[in-house]
């Protein structure tokens, strides 16, 4: 296990910076995720940590140790790619053991390491198939074998899963979680599903155009998204925004215009708005439901395509001239055309500023 420290850390293609000044600590046994679109630098950053790219500024420390001049080898990093670059001329076994027998270790401590880790990924049975033998999800947990085999201290997931199908993915994602309960690494983990970031992580790192835009807990950034682009990422389906203008503020409360109605919210700091500004309000799927005696808000909204899957229907509709996605638990019969009056409560919105930064703080459930 290891703790991981990067300082004002930069990294550029020749002229192009693609990662500005990130700073970041992670603790001895997390499980880390860096999540984001694609381009976010999160694939270049875990590549920075493992030592496959330089640090242009800044610093890297692993367990306290200043790593920026040292070879991959020894940081006692191992890498697990979305390709699971495999040996396909060498059977599992000795492609678990690779990485050993090129350091010469004992052949017996190589062994004992080999099968410890097969019985862990359920892969004892398994040894003697070379590559094109296995399925997608067995191939990639020879992947990970290989890491184990080594006992690094901190394990680095570039996107595993990416090439696995949906029910492979849910399976390989209880497994790599089963995995870290087991083991207690650090493990750090890159992704743009922010379904595999939620159920995985302690610690989830979302990033953009090279910058970290928050770092907390999975319900932390669920409850308290700092900006309009966390909390649009963050959560599935992704949270709804409609614009709104702010008609008031006075004594730590807005009053915002929105969909033909007022509605005041109390916001964190009133000096971050005045009277006229644009807003977006936030409503997540999940929050919204037929208008009823609880709701504080009605939206009329027109039903363009709905989805019944069984104990849960998803609703895909207009609200004037913008779009909502509606969760709906239980049994539904909304059908498209059907004009809905949708109700939420107060309690449930965000608020957010013409830059995008967030006006309200929720409380965030504790265990």
Not at 15 to 41: A, K, M, R
Not at 125 to 143: C, E, F, I, T, Y
Not at 266 to 283: A, C, P
Request: glycine content about 8%; proline content about 4%.
């Amino acid at each position: 296990m290891a703790t991981i420290k990067l300082t004002n850390v930069i990294k550029r293609f020749q002229e192009t910076e693609t990662i500005h000044g990130v700073n970041l600590d992670l603790e001895d046994g997390e499980f880390v995720v860096f999540v984001g679109p694609s381009g976010c630098g999160k694939s270049t950053l875990l590549r920075l940590i493992a030592g496959l790219e330089d640090i242009t500024d800044g610093e890297l420390h692993i367990d306290g140790k200043i790593m920026n001049s040292v070879a991959p080898a020894e940081r006692g990093v191992a890498m697990v790619f979305q390709s699971y670059a495999l040996y396909p001329h060498m059977t599992v076994k000795d492609n678990m053991s690779f990485g050993l027998r090129m350091t010469g270790s004992d052949p017996e401590y190589i062994e004992s390491r080999v099968q410890e880790a097969a019985e862990i990924l359920h892969l004892d049975k398994l040894l003697d198939r070379k590559p094109k033998a296995l399925s997608g999800g067995q191939r990639q947990r020879v992947a990970i074998g290989r890491a184990i085999v080594r006992e690094p201290k901190v394990f680095l997931f570039d996107e595993p899963l990416s090439n696995l199908d949906a029910e492979l993915r849910v399976d390989m994602r209880v497994q790599i979680a089963k995995l870290h309960n087991q083991l207690k690494s650090t493990m750090v983990y890159v992704t743009h599903d922010q379904v595999e970031a939620m159920t995985l992580a302690d610690k989830i790192v979302v990033l953009r155009d090279g910058n970290i835009e928050q770092v907390g807990s999975p319900m932390a950034l669920y409850h308290n998204p700092a900006n309009e682009f966390v909390a649009g990422f963050i959560g599935s389906p992704k949270m709804n925004f409609l614009k709104g203008k702010i008609t008031h503020v006075i004594d730590g409360k807005a009053t915002i215009s929105v969909s033909g109605q007022s509605i005041t919210l109390h916001i964190k700091d009133q000096n971050q708005v005045i009277e006229g500004d644009t807003v977006s309000l936030g409503i997540r799927p999940e929050h919204l439901a037929e208008f009823n005696s609880e709701s504080d808000i009605k939206l009329n909204v027109n039903i363009d395509v709905a989805e019944h899957l069984g104990g849960t229907s998803f609703l895909y509709a207009t609200c004037g001239d913008e779009s909502l996605t509606i969760e709906v638990s239980g049994q539904n019969m909304s059908r498209s055309g059907e004009l809905l009056e949708i109700g939420a409560k107060l309690s449930d919105c965000y608020l957010f500023d013409s830059k995008g930064n967030s006006l309200i703080t929720r409380p965030v459930p504790t265990r």
